[in-house]
């Protein structure tokens, strides 16, 4: 019992200040996703009926960011960039930027994914009726694709969502660089790690749940 | 639709020299027709004999290797050609429907009018509601495709073709995806088509359908139109001997 007591009096010790750092984290991941988004839809444009050098451009992209770890690539901007261009990056704009990389390549490949997991025939079936390419992309391939994309998406949502935790690397104050700090102060390392994970778990366990309500809506007809 | 009279004068779809490849694999080698306003073309052949290739040639789906595809005098090869244009006066049906799952019925058949800007929402419900009612599905324009038995998904697919009103129609093997009890009501939609006077193309081996409406028969084989001539007397005494060959096997 008495390990349950301590959970509770350190988490409502600590509240106010995990809110704050998963605030934090609420931030870079909701602009990274936009931004990965974005990325994600112009790079899978691209590969699919992109000029030829901006598709190499575009698959040495995705590459890079699939064959590296996501740490190295959090050192290698938020160190490595700033000294070599003389630049300086915030600590967030870092942050965001690192992530909006990274997940933008996932999502590249999974809305590429999606597009060409569309019936050849349903293109065929739309230009036959003398509807332009992108005509047919807006109203015919890109509805269909969405709705197959939309599990792979929202589970990128959960993995950028995670691996913001690596951003305490540098020191971002988000929810487990707070914990960290905390502990380097009260040695309660089991119930302070214990509390960051539950809060993880939770706010993934509804978005899991949300994704599976979404699934469920886009079922025409069944 | 108005009825229309057939007029040898003229032409609808003039093909000359067509030629198709696939990489190294030549589909289609030389393909030589005329067909006339309101004439039922009916394509018959073993499969690979290129006669889909053939016939999605025709809308350009496929890239022309080689010759001409004329259809009402426009060149379909020439690269110039805004295809977009041409295609809204060619219907085409497939074998495997490729309705819109995402729409319902009425959807299917409106979105292409509305998209172009050819007719209102207004007049494409209406247009909609017509063509559904000429081919039976009145009662369904708010099901999803997934709700529907195929022959009634092909019977749609023919609904959404015709509200661009075409006046030529291509079907590829519009009945070979179909469980045979659902066979007769897709031909019986596609028979008082071919009696109102619409130019048609039919991939099929539907041979009472060749029969019945056709006007002319195309034998293909290994890329060439073998023989042709009207159907009944190609049917029951072809002369060449892949057609004699190939008869034997499927009547």
Same mark, same amino acid.
């Given at each position: 019992?008495?390990?349950?007591?301590?959970?509770?009096?350190?988490?409502?010790?600590?509240?106010?200040t995990?809110?704050?750092?998963f605030?934090?984290?609420?931030?870079?991941?909701?602009?990274?996703?936009?931004?990965a988004?974005?990325?994600?839809?112009?790079?899978?444009?691209i590969?699919?009926?992109?000029?030829?050098?901006?598709?190499?451009?575009?698959?040495v992209?995705?590459?890079?960011?699939?064959?590296?770890?996501?740490?190295?690539q959090?050192?290698?901007?938020?160190?490595?960039?700033?000294?070599?261009?003389?630049?300086?990056?915030?600590?967030?704009?870092?942050?965001?930027?690192t992530?909006?990389?990274n997940?933008?390549?996932?999502?590249?490949?999974?809305?590429?994914?999606?597009?060409?997991?569309?019936?050849?025939?349903?293109?065929?079936?739309?230009?036959?009726?003398?509807?332009?390419?992108g005509?047919?992309?807006?109203?015919?391939?890109?509805?269909?694709?969405?709705?197959?994309?939309?599990?792979?998406?929202?589970?990128?949502?959960?993995?950028?969502?995670?691996?913001?935790?690596?951003l305490?690397?540098?020191?971002?104050?988000?929810l487990?660089q707070?914990?960290?700090?905390?502990?380097?102060?009260n040695m309660?390392?089991l119930?302070?790690?214990?509390?960051?994970?539950?809060?993880?778990?939770?706010?993934?366990?509804?978005?899991?749940?949300?994704?599976?309500?979404?699934?469920k809506?886009?079922?025409?007809?069944? | 639709?108005? %009825?229309?009279?057939?007029?040898?004068?003229?032409?609808?779809?003039?093909?000359?020299?067509?030629?198709?490849?696939?990489?190294?694999?030549e589909?289609?080698?030389?393909?030589?027709?005329?067909?006339?306003?309101?004439?039922?073309?009916?394509?018959?052949?073993?499969?690979?004999?290129?006669?889909?290739?053939?016939?999605r040639?025709?809308?350009?789906?496929?890239?022309?290797?080689?010759?001409?595809?004329?259809v009402?005098?426009?060149?379909?090869a020439?690269?110039?050609? %805004?295809?977009?244009?041409?295609?809204?006066?060619?219907?085409?049906?497939?074998?495997?429907?490729?309705?819109?799952?995402?729409?319902?019925?009425?959807?299917?058949?409106?979105?292409?009018?509305?998209?172009?800007?050819?007719?209102?929402?207004?007049?494409?419900?209406?247009?909609?509601?017509?063509?559904?009612?000429?081919?039976?599905?009145?009662?369904?324009?708010d099901?999803?495709?997934?709700?529907?038995s195929?022959?009634?998904?092909?019977r749609?697919?023919?609904?959404?073709?015709?509200?661009?009103?075409?006046?030529?129609?291509?079907?590829?093997?519009?009945?070979?995806?179909?469980?045979?009890?659902?066979?007769?009501?897709?031909?019986?939609?596609?028979?008082?088509?071919?009696?109102?006077g619409?130019?048609?193309?039919?991939?099929?081996?539907?041979?009472?359908?060749?029969?019945?409406?056709?006007?002319?028969?195309l034998?293909?084989?290994?890329?060439?139109?073998?023989?042709?001539g009207?159907?009944?007397?190609?049917?029951?005494?072809?002369?060449?001997?892949?057609?004699?060959?190939?008869?034997?096997?499927?009547?």
């Amino acid at each position: 019992m008495n390990i349950l007591v301590k959970i509770c009096t350190l988490f409502v010790t600590h509240f106010w200040t995990f809110l704050a750092a998963f605030g934090m984290t609420v931030r870079v991941t909701v602009l990274s996703l936009i931004f990965a988004t974005i990325i994600g839809i112009v790079v899978a444009l691209i590969r699919l009926v992109g000029p030829k050098p901006l598709k190499a451009v575009g698959n040495v992209y995705i590459s890079i960011i699939r064959g590296t770890p996501l740490m190295v690539q959090i050192l290698f901007i938020y160190f490595g960039i700033p000294s070599a261009l003389h630049v300086h990056l915030t600590l967030f704009a870092a942050s965001v930027l690192t992530m909006s990389l990274n997940g933008g390549a996932y999502m590249a490949e999974i809305i590429r994914g999606g597009i060409e997991a569309v019936d050849k025939g349903q293109m065929e079936a739309s230009r036959s009726l003398g509807l332009s390419y992108g005509q047919t992309m807006r109203l015919v391939i890109l509805p269909q694709a969405l709705r197959m994309m939309l599990p792979s998406i929202i589970n990128q949502f959960i993995v950028t969502l995670k691996d913001t935790s690596l951003l305490s690397a540098i020191g971002l104050r988000e929810l487990t660089q707070n914990t960290k700090i905390i502990v380097a102060n009260n040695m309660e390392a089991l119930t302070m790690y214990f509390i960051c994970g539950v809060w993880y778990w939770v706010v993934i366990f509804i978005l899991t749940r949300v994704s599976r309500l979404v699934e469920k809506r886009t079922q025409y007809g069944r | 639709m108005a %009825d229309k009279v057939i007029n040898k004068e003229n032409k609808k779809i003039v093909v000359e020299h067509l030629k198709k490849s696939f990489g190294h694999l030549e589909v289609l080698k030389d393909i030589n027709c005329e067909i006339d306003e309101g004439e039922v073309v009916v394509v018959i052949g073993p499969s690979g004999s290129g006669k889909s290739t053939f016939l999605r040639c025709i809308n350009r789906l496929e890239e022309i290797t080689g010759g001409h595809v004329y259809v009402d005098g426009t060149d379909m090869a020439d690269p110039k050609t %805004d295809l977009n244009k041409v295609r809204r006066h060619i219907g085409m049906v497939f074998q495997h429907f490729n309705l819109f799952p995402h729409k319902t019925v009425k959807e299917n058949v409106m979105m292409a009018p509305v998209e172009l800007k050819i007719m209102t929402k207004e007049e494409a419900a209406a247009t909609a509601d017509r063509l559904l009612a000429r081919v039976g599905m009145q009662d369904k324009t708010d099901a999803y495709p997934s709700q529907l038995s195929g022959g009634q998904k092909q019977r749609v697919a023919i609904a959404r073709a015709l509200a661009m009103n075409p006046d030529i129609m291509l079907f590829d093997e519009p009945t070979s995806a179909l469980d045979p009890e659902m066979v007769g009501e897709v031909l019986e939609v596609m028979k008082t088509l071919a009696s109102q006077g619409m130019t048609m193309v039919v991939v099929t081996h539907e041979m009472g359908f060749a029969r019945e409406v056709g006007d002319r028969l195309l034998f293909m084989d290994e890329g060439y139109i073998i023989e042709e001539g009207d159907p009944v007397e190609v049917l029951a005494h072809p002369k060449e001997e892949r057609t004699i060959s190939f008869l034997s096997k499927v009547l």
